[in-house]
């Protein structure tokens, strides 16, 4: 600090306290909001406490009974009765809800000088960048400005949910979360929930980002592609928008019709408010991070991750525990920004060792914390990778076998090979 005080107020913290003594409704109106660490002062936050454990009571806040209390607790060498008493004397503030908030930002600032300075100290002793970055983010993000708690009575929250029902039925079955780019999908959702983990999951081949990729996009999202190039996710796009045959971006073998299909197709995606990230092993913290600042530059409102078994956890005793640090820490990002979260993932070998090859929640790879962190587990299954005389060969089942505030089900796609993606099923 190079001896310079920390931010504080000491004048208006005797006010508050003056207030408080001398009017009995003055803590009452600030009790919620102002804390005992609140105040620079050590005594003053004794003087304080003692006065909300007395209006906990229901017993008098004077200067006889904060004298008391503060004997009973120990603490009256914070200044003894003399000091009590001269606080009488102390302007009271007029305005004591203001007071609090200005003590309340003075804290708020001293507490962020505290997070720097041991962040600082993290950097100097060659602390994990990942980590020391993301504990001062979420040290930052957490500072409760408002000093208010984040409980509400039931009375205000049937209120808030009778608004939201009611916000509901007029629209008239229109979604509450994000469009999916499947309309029975987005039945069975109601799009994709903000603050939600949702997992897909699928054995390899059976198009996890195809499907990805054919998601409606008018919602800004970021793409984190741990395995394909920007590249390969833009050909992917060109050849579902402009139905042109995938093989021939890798093969160049367009021909004149091809290239006007893929000139409209550009202008249908040019102005696609999606980012895609393709840095490979990110870990979950530097996801995290990226996330944070793709929302402030960007406006991301929802992000992809493809895929879990190729990002980056906590080392840990085993890679159960890596991945539950994984799937732990993006559902922590879905709840902290409000977004959702979608986490492609792989399946384990036993699918292949059964006759039945649907995918159920024990297939899930590497971890059992993938199901119990998801919020959504859907598994997309082709019968005709298995099977080559089936007669749902085009059809593509994407089961949704856990939803926590939904319906479970089978909604059925249709898988279009040539262009390698997924459209609406007639039903």
Known sequence: MDGRIPPQAIEIEQSVLSACLLYPDSIVAIEDYLRVDDFYR?????????????????KPVDIAMVVSQLRDGGNLEVGGATYCASLMETPASLNIEKSAKILREK??????????????????????PLKVIDKAQSEINNLDIDGGENVEKVRALLEQAMERHEAAY?????LTGYPTGFSYLDYMLCGFQKTDL???????????TSLAMSFDFRVPTAFFSLEMSKQQLIDKLLAKKGRVNGQKFRSGQFNSDDWDRITDASGQIYDLP????????????E?????????????????IVDHLQLARGDSGANRDREIGSITAGLKALAK????????????NRKVEERGDKHPVLSDLRDSGNIEQDADVVMF??????????????????????????????????????EYATFENLAR
């Open 42 to 58: 050590n005594g003053h936050g004794l003087i304080y406490g003692a006065m909300l454990d007395l209006s906990k009571h229901k």
């Open 107 to 128: 804290a708020v600032l001293r507490k962020t000088i505290e997070i720097c300075h041991n962040t600082t100290k993290a950097c100097f002793e060659n602390g994990d």
């Open 170 to 174: 007029n629209r008239e079955g229109k």
């Open 198 to 208: 949702i997992v897909i999951a699928a054995r390899p081949s059976m198009g996890k």
């Open 274 to 285: 999606l980012y895609i990230d393709d840095s490979s092993a990110l870990h979950y913290l």
């Open 287 to 303: 996801i995290r991070r990226r996330t944070r600042k793709y929302a402030k530059k960007y406006g991301v409102r929802q992000i």
């Open 336 to 347: 902290d920004l409000k977004i959702p979260v979608i986490l492609l993932s792989q399946l």
């Open 380 to 417: 997309l299954y082709r019968d005709e990778v298995y099977n080559k005389k089936t007669k749902d060969a085009g059809i593509a089942e994407i089961n949704i076998a856990k939803q926590r505030n939904g319906p479970t089900g089978v909604v059925k796609a249709a898988w279009l090979k």
